[in-house]
């Protein structure tokens, strides 16, 4: 069986460049590095409860892919928003929502996010600009596209940010989005989080065109490869995509290229991959590890620094699980509430 090779830094291959911002500071490298490592013990210690019986049905780990929540998120402004697909627990944490909530979800009680009714593939939270985790493969995509027309519609300055995946980017509804998007020259920024594997293909086997961010060119949308495994890369890469978007010329498409260390789902055992492909990239390209090693040759961060950084996310994941354990879940009288949208008489 074909397998994927592991990420490498990519170069920029835009065809418009969109603008950019400034440098990224040591305190926003140390913010991201924080933010970063909270998604990943946060991931590890779901994966536990999840094998525990205490996360029902399915459970999608993000671990591996933290540099693009977070970096992506840094180039948002307030008022944007995001919506992505069912492996969005590091996108919820990264847009603010609290570890409490986002475990509490996960275990189904009336403290999670949404109210114990969404679990992992469907947690939501509007008021922080966060439109949804989706569990029909691409369906986000046409909603986040619709997001984006409200803004248009309104002009009111803000960019839809819609991620998929390498999977979901063969979806028919993905290229009907992109026609209309350019059509109308809306504000959208589309980011393809490239795992390089869909569930157990690996993308070389299921797509004729493996650069993803080519997808557009069909449709006149401009798109570059960014190496996803590199916060401060994503970071500059969303500044000059969103740019474009908010300046009124329309679509972007960016490629993370990143890996996902865990399976598809937790059910998924991954023997699609060797164990040697996995070790390898964990080795030479993890996107902790490598802001890490960059923090501590600027001198910003040293060992100890790390320890107890890493402590104090462990315990607040620690606290994060133990409420969640704890929590009441929802009155049964919840089931049917929050299905229809109450109009004035």
């Keep these: ?179 209309m998007a350019e059509l ?15 569930m157990g293909t690996s993308v070389e086997r299921s797509s004729s065109e493996t650069h993803l961010f080519r997808r557009g060119a069909s449709f006149n949308i401009a798109g570059e490869e960014v190496d996803g495994m590199d916060v401060a890369a994503v970071r500059d890469a969303g500044l000059r995509a969103a740019a474009h978007a908010r300046s009124g010329k329309g679509p972007y498409i960016l490629e993370m290229k990143t890996y996902r260390y865990r399976g598809h789902s937790m059910s998924d055992p991954g023997k699609y991959r060797t164990r040697e492909e996995v070790d390898e990239v964990r080795k030479t390209r993890d996107p902790i590890e490598h802001i890490q090693e960059r923090l501590t040759a600027l001198k910003v961060l040293d060992e100890a620094q790390a320890r107890a950084i890493d402590a104090e996310v462990k315990a607040l994941v620690a606290d994060a699980a133990e409420f969640a354990r704890t929590a009441p879940e929802p009155d049964p009288g919840e089931l049917m509430r929050d299905i229809y949208v109450e109009a004035a008489a």
């Design 1 to 179: 069986m074909a397998r994927a090779a592991a990420p490498k830094t990519a170069s920029r291959t835009s065809k418009t460049k969109a603008g950019g911002g400034d440098a990224v500071g040591t305190a926003e490298l140390l913010a991201y590095y924080r933010a970063m490592l909270l998604i990943r013990r946060f991931e590890e210690r779901a994966g536990q409860l999840y094998g525990m019986g205490l996360i029902g049905g399915f459970c999608h780990l993000y671990i591996g892919q933290e540099a693009i929540a977070v970096g992506m998120h840094a180039a948002q402004r307030p008022g944007d928003q995001v919506i992505t697909g069912y492996r969005e627990h590091g996108h919820m944490l990264a847009a603010g929502v609290s570890a409490r909530a986002v475990m509490a979800e996960l275990t189904g009680r009336a403290a999670g996010v949404a109210k114990g009714k969404g679990g992992s593939m469907h947690m939501f939270a509007a008021d922080l600009g966060f439109y949804g985790g989706h569990g029909i493969v691409g369906a986000q995509v046409s909603l986040g596209t619709g997001l984006a027309l409200a803004n248009h519609y309104r002009d009111d300055g803000r960019v839809a940010f819609v991620y998929f995946g390498d999977g979901a980017a063969n979806q028919g509804q993905v290229y009907e989005s992109f026609n």
């Design 184 to 198: 109308w020259r809306l504000p959208v920024v589309y980011v393809i989080e490239n795992n390089q594997y869909a």
